[in-house]
T-cell receptor, first 112, second 113 residues
Framework: SQQGEEDPQALSIQEGENATMNCSYK?????LQWYRQNSGRGLVHLIL?????REKHSGRLRVTLDTSKKSSSLLITASRAADTASYFC????????????FGKGTTLSVSS | DTAVSQTPKYLVTQMGNDKSIKCEQN?????MYWYKQDSKKFLKIMFSYNNKELIINETVPNRFSPKSPDKAHLNLHINSLELGDSAVYFCASTEGQGLYEQYFGPGTRLTVT
């Protein structure tokens, strides 16, 4: 089945630096979403970008979507220790009904 | 107020047992899901219900049976538990038929010994 793939799998940065995570997917989508998962917790929705949008901002988050390359990126600016978490992209592929297809995630570690 | 709640949070049981995980959402959403997250953090859809009707049933052993008594609840029953069932199970909900953000519960960590 279709699946998103995040890159890199793990990322370690210092507080104040920017963190960029990439996601690629395989088939047509309605929208792409990014979620954060803190250790031992549930997933929290961060941002949703629709297939006809190219860029979206929310606070320190910036998401881009390139449907021609079937890829998306999540940029976290001025990172904080509290941003330490796993980040997942999820697509609702047209063929998949209403379920989300998740990538494997990027584990971000922000040290102070 | 808790939006999506699951019970129990932890479940340790022996192989062959039957167990249930409960999920409730107070968001008034129409669609609910069960996802399974394995030890490598890979999340995979198991079931999807819309207004108490089964919409998606991925390739899941028939030992797993979801039950939705009303649109605010989606419970997961697992019969004859196996070691490979050990994982974290997440319930989620969304409004309408999907295409919106999903709200996840805190997860239930199932350990089968």
């Amino acid at each position: 089945s279709q699946q998103g793939e995040e890159d890199p799998q793990a990322l370690s940065i210092q507080e104040g630096e920017n963190a960029t995570m990439n996601c690629s997917y395989k088939t047509s989508i309605n929208n792409l979403q990014w979620y954060r998962q803190n250790s031992g917790r549930g997933l929290v929705h961060l941002i949703l970008i629709r297939s006809n949008e190219r860029e979206k901002h929310s606070g320190r988050l910036r998401v881009t979507l390139d449907t021609s390359k079937k890829s998306s990126s999540l940029l976290i600016t001025a990172s904080r220790a509290a941003d330490t978490a796993s980040y997942f992209c999820a697509t609702d592929a047209v063929q998949a009904g209403t379920a989300l297809i998740f990538g494997k995630g990027t584990t971000l570690s922000v040290s102070s | 107020d808790t939006a999506v709640s699951q019970t129990p949070k932890y479940l340790v049981t022996q192989m062959g047992n039957d167990k249930s995980i409960k999920c409730e959402q107070n968001l008034g959403h129409d669609t609910m899901y069960w996802y399974k997250q394995d030890s490598k953090k890979f999340l995979k859809i198991m079931f999807s219900y819309n207004n108490k009707e089964l919409i998606i049933n991925e390739t899941v052993p028939n030992r797993f049976s979801p039950k939705s008594p009303d649109k605010a609840h989606l419970n997961l029953h697992i019969n004859s538990l196996e070691l490979g069932d050990s994982a974290v199970y997440f319930c989620a909900s969304t409004e309408g038929q999907g295409l919106y953000e999903q709200y996840f519960g805190p997860g239930t960590r199932l350990t089968v010994t």
